[in-house]
């Protein structure tokens, strides 16, 4: 049974850091690209970065800087480090996985509230 589950989400000030993570099961993940979409209130799901197996990372111009993505394939998890929080990075964000030729896999989200 495949499974993403994220975590790490929550509530913090402007300028603080939040770490999500997203652990995964029944997938090939060392051959699976990762990675993170968002989606705030009234607004369409973007991407916010993305790893491919081979450790090559994509970031949306809005967090270029701030955000690191990461890949652990020994523990099949994908990381997400998120400083210098903005109000504007409030959202749910939603691990995926995708397999080269294969639609995408999602996680339930977890919330991020940046206050300011």
């Known amino acids: 049974q495949v499974q993403l589950v994220e975590s790490g989400g929550g509530l913090v000030q402007a300028g603080g850091s939040l770490r999500l993570s997203c652990a995964t099961s029944?997938?090939?993940?060392?051959?699976?690209?990762m990675g993170w979409y968002r989606q705030a209130p009234g607004k369409q799901r973007e991407l916010v970065a993305a790893?491919?197996?081979?450790?090559?990372?994509n970031y949306a111009d809005s967090v270029k800087g701030r955000f690191t993505i990461s890949r652990d394939n020994a523990r099949s998890t994908v990381n997400l480090q998120m400083n210098s929080l903005k109000p504007e990075d409030t959202a749910v964000y939603y691990c995926?996985?995708?397999?080269?030729?294969?639609?995408?896999?999602w996680g339930q989200g977890t919330q991020v509230t940046v206050s300011s």
């Open positions: 029944g997938i090939i993940f060392s051959i699976n690209a």
């Open positions: 790893i491919t197996s081979g450790g090559i990372t």
């Open positions: 995926y996985s995708q397999r080269p030729g294969r639609n995408k896999l």
